[in-house]
């Protein structure tokens, strides 16, 4: 159960967006509130939305309504767990498509070639164009909405299975190469020495936003899983052993991007694209001495990549025509169509926002950042919230007791369980509100 559910949280979250996030908001001081996030927000906001799937056995669109009929606010819980997968595959589907054209890059020995001062052009040169990205994300996302449309998702997440452990292996090999750079070294001070005086109240909304994305939290798809959880799993030993894998993994992705950022010269705060800068910078510098195998790390790291990010889009995709399906009778493939052209159109609006649309923003923010924005800065934490409500306030204690402590017979469970549901009932709800609203004033 547990690889079930690090297999849906390990992803683009701890790879491609955990590096940028921390350079965007000045590196280690920023790591250490993740950290803490993780562990005291998150960790209960997981038990919460295990415990409600588990109790409702279904999907999350129904499992908060179904558990208290009739109040309309659990309905709108409801619907926002539709809402929020296919607000974020919009631009999700982008980014597999930046992934794709990095795959074709590597098989066609780009990174191999250029010297590595070129290397980090190549993706500024790609995204301010306007055809290919939009293409290549059409090219990704009609690929998932394709698989979603037969049912076949079965197949791609059996080969899943195997990419996550060589990501793994890939990542560590990274490591060890891109410490060893020259210049590297301030990358891993970077990471691991705070400066305090780099955080401010909005570090802390995007922190916690950062881990409910990465642990897939605030959506109902943990709702989801735990639906299909058995009876006698232990609840508390599944979501700490997914949230710590999933902070190993993303703590390992910084470890091999950063140092290989300060390596290249990048600005650590260069936003969405500083994988696809310092990534092949690695590979390029490798292929001085060893091309053959700079070739090969290459290709395999980016299909990894692709293949991570299809795995999530397919589930993200699936909640929005399982939904349509259940509720409004729409078939598969007709529910995979309009959820295509819808995704669709809003990611090319995305992807344009790195060219053309470069001008069009809002509070400083263009298109992409919006997307990115609204659904994990604020629609995560408010749905997040609304489920530990619901848990803390709604469920009676003594069925919480009885998930969490599989009806008492989980013995470490039960003698922790009054701290746990108070984290639950209380600091998580409040810490969330509070993060919420100092986000906006300061
Ligand atoms: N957590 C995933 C990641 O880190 C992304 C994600 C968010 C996801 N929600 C999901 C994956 C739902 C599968 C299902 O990349």
């Known amino acids: 159960m547990i690889f079930a559910m690090a297999g849906s949280a390990i992803g683009l979250g701890n790879i491609w967006r955990f590096p940028f996030i921390v350079g965007e908001h000045g590196g280690a001081a920023f790591v250490l ?46 619907i926002l767990s539709v809402a929020i997968p296919l607000i974020i595959d919009s631009y999700y589907s982008v980014i597999g498509g930046w992934s794709l054209d990095f795959l074709l890059k590597s098989v066609t020995l780009q990174f191999v070639k250029s010297n590595p001062q070129e290397v980090t052009s190549i993706f500024g040169n790609f995204i ?37 452990p060589v990501l793994f292996v890939l990542i560590v090999l990274l490591i060890y190469y891109s410490v060893s750079l020259p210049g590297a070294s301030q990358g891993v001070k970077y990471l691991l020495k705070p400066d305090f005086s780099q955080v401010n109240a909005r570090s802390f909304a995007y922190a916690v936003g950062q881990s409910f994305y990465s642990l897939s939290l605030g959506m109902g798809a943990i709702i989801t899983y735990g639906s299909y959880v058995k009876k006698e799993e232990n609840l508390m030993v599944a979501s700490a052993g997914t949230a710590v894998s999933d902070l190993m993994f993303a703590m390992l992705a910084g470890l091999a991007i950063m140092p290989a950022v300060f390596a290249a010269g990048i600005e650590p705060g260069a936003g969405p694209g500083l994988i696809f800068q310092s990534v092949p910078f690695v590979f390029s510098t490798m292929s001085a001495s060893h091309p053959a195998i700079g070739a090969a790390v290459s290709i395999i790291f980016f299909l990894t990549i692709v293949v991570a990010a299809m795995t999530s889009c397919i589930s993200l995709l699936e909640v929005g025509v399982s939904f ?76 919480v007791w009885d998930e969490i402590t599989n009806g008492g017979t989980k013995k470490f469970n039960a003698a922790i369980f009054n701290v746990v549901y108070f984290l639950i009932k209380w600091v998580t709800p409040v810490a969330i509100v509070i993060i919420f609203i100092t986000n906006f004033i300061f």
């Open 128 to 164: 301010t164009s306007t055809w290919s990205p939009i293409i290549l994300h059409l090219v990704f996302l009609g690929a998932c909405a394709f698989i979603v449309a037969n049912g076949i998702k079965a197949g791609i997440e059996k080969f899943s299975k195997y990419t996550i």
């Open 33 to 78: 509130i993740y950290i803490l996030a993780t562990l005291l927000i998150s960790l209960p906001v997981f038990l919460a939305e295990v415990t409600v799937g588990r109790r409702a056995r279904t999907s999350s669109y129904g499992a908060m309504s179904s558990l208290s009929p009739g109040k309309s606010i659990w309905k709108f819980a409801g």
């Open 324 to 399: 349509l399906k259940d509720r409004y009778g729409v078939s598969r493939i007709k529910g995979s169509i309009i959820l295509f052209l819808i995704c669709g159109a809003a990611g090319v609006l995305c992807s344009l926002s790195f060219g053309p649309l470069k001008g069009l923003t809002l509070w400083g923010m263009n298109i992409f950042d919006i997307f990115d924005w609204l659904s994990s800065n604020i629609l995560l934490l408010v749905m997040a919230l609304l489920t530990v409500v619901f848990t803390g306030f709604v469920l009676k204690k003594e069925d």
